[in-house]
């Protein structure tokens, strides 16, 4: 079983920045492929960002593209969001969510790929 835990989240305002860290519980060889999640109250949850098992490869959903950034920290075996120029709209629970079962290194935006998720932290930007 994985545990994903979230940290980082709070408060500030437009144009600040953030960082939300995603540890994970459990080392292995290979490295999942792993995602940031949002959900806005009202709102569908939405890809943010992934990034693939080797770190090659990142995604992001296009209204965050040049402002956040998804990376690893293999020796805290965590996957961070740095986010920046933070909007009003970027409030939201941030998931992070983990998938073990991929065998390529595409990062894979649809959250039903990905088996674990952590409870989330919440993310507010106030204009």
């Known amino acids: 079983q994985v545990q994903l835990v979230e940290s980082g989240g709070g408060l500030v305002q437009a144009g600040g920045s953030l960082r939300v860290s995603c540890a994970i519980s459990?080392?292995?060889?290979?490295?999942?492929?792993m995602a940031w999640f949002r959900q806005a109250p009202g709102k569908e949850r939405e890809f943010v960002a992934g990034?693939?098992?080797?770190?090659?490869?990142?995604a992001y959903v296009d209204s965050v593209k040049g402002r956040f950034t998804i990376f690893r920290d293999h020796a805290k075996n965590t996957v961070n969001l740095q986010m920046n120029s933070l909007k009003p709209e970027d409030t939201a629970v941030y998931y992070c969510?983990?998938?073990?079962?991929?065998?390529?290194?595409?990062?894979?935006?649809?959250?039903?790929?990905?088996?674990?998720w952590g409870q989330g932290t919440q993310v507010t930007v106030s204009s």
């Open positions: 969510a983990a998938d073990y079962g991929r065998d390529n290194d595409d990062v894979i935006r649809s959250g039903h790929q990905y088996e674990y």
């Open positions: 459990r080392r292995t060889v290979i490295s999942p492929s």
């Open positions: 990034i693939s098992r080797s770190g090659s490869t990142t």
